[in-house]
């Protein structure tokens, strides 16, 4: 698959990451291109060997608490042409589940999640890097109401770890790399036109990650 382009996406928790690749996914889809998304966020440590309360003690928002190394190997599978089975996380738990998520390749692969940046291996793959940005505060709204309603957490904890982890690690590990992007995304308001950018950039031959 030597015309396959990789596009990352990546920015803070609740800045529209997710909503940002579905609409990418779709208007490449109008164009009659294909397009398979890898979240990094499927690939967290499994912590089944670990008590309860020890797991709800890692920090979550520093790159070591993804299988980056799993994560690379999986992306270098769909750049030759093979299926992967992506890990499913239990974020209730914070443990893997037994079943896998299918992915096959496609000719753009869209790498996603937010810490995607941060980790050097995992950058260098990137042939086109969006960065999407949004307030502390409206990230921390968003958040909040998923996590209570997707994955049973108290407004209490989720404070607490947005205020301890959260907003400290994207401080050192999210925005800092919002430099290094090629698109930056600002605002819902600016979706559409980004969408719009980001499919004339990718171009297969421009966005194939270097050897």
């Given at each position: 698959?030597?015309?396959t382009?990789?596009?990352?996406?990546?920015?803070?928790?609740?800045?529209?990451?997710t909503t940002?690749?579905?609409?990418l996914?779709k208007a490449?889809?109008?164009e009659?291109?294909t397009?398979?998304?890898?979240p990094f966020?499927?690939?967290?440590?499994?912590?089944?060997?670990r008590?309860?309360?020890?797991?709800?003690?890692?920090?979550?928002?520093?790159?070591?608490?993804?299988?980056?190394?799993?994560?690379?190997?999986h992306?270098?599978?769909?750049l030759?042409?093979q299926?992967?089975?992506?890990?499913i996380?239990?974020?209730?738990?914070?443990?893997r589940?037994?079943?896998?998520?299918?992915?096959e390749?496609?000719?753009i692969?869209?790498?996603?999640?937010?810490?995607?940046?941060?980790?050097?291996?995992?950058?260098?793959?990137?042939g086109l890097?969006?960065?999407?940005?949004?307030p502390q505060?409206?990230?921390?709204?968003?958040?909040?109401?998923?996590?209570?309603?997707?994955?049973?957490?108290?407004?209490?904890?989720?404070?607490?770890?947005?205020?301890t982890t959260v907003?400290?690690?994207?401080d050192q590990?999210v925005e800092?790399f919002?430099?290094?992007?090629?698109?930056?995304?600002?605002?819902t308001?600016?979706?559409?036109?980004?969408?719009e950018?980001?499919?004339?950039?990718?171009?297969p031959?421009?966005?194939?990650?270097?050897?």
């Open positions: 698959m030597d015309e382009g990789v596009c990352g996406i990546a920015g803070g928790s609740g800045a529209g990451k940002l690749t579905r609409a996914v490449l889809a109008r009659g291109r397009a398979t998304v890898l966020d499927n690939y967290y440590r499994d912590l089944a060997d008590p309860y309360p020890e797991r709800t003690q890692v920090n979550f928002d520093h790159p070591d608490s993804l299988e980056h190394e799993l994560y690379l190997e992306l270098a599978q769909l030759n042409g299926s992967v089975e992506v890990p996380y239990d974020f209730a738990t914070h443990t589940s037994t079943q896998v998520l299918v992915v390749p496609h000719e692969i869209i790498a996603e999640g937010i810490l995607l940046f941060a980790v050097p291996e995992v950058r260098h793959q990137l890097k969006v960065f999407v940005a949004a505060n409206l990230r921390y709204q968003r958040r909040l109401k998923r996590d209570v309603e997707e994955r049973g957490r108290s407004p209490e904890s989720i404070q607490k770890q947005f205020t907003a400290p690690m994207h590990f800092p919002a430099a290094q992007a090629d698109v930056v995304v600002e605002g308001g600016a979706m559409k036109k980004a969408v950018q980001i499919v004339a950039q990718l171009a031959k421009d966005v194939t990650p270097p050897n």
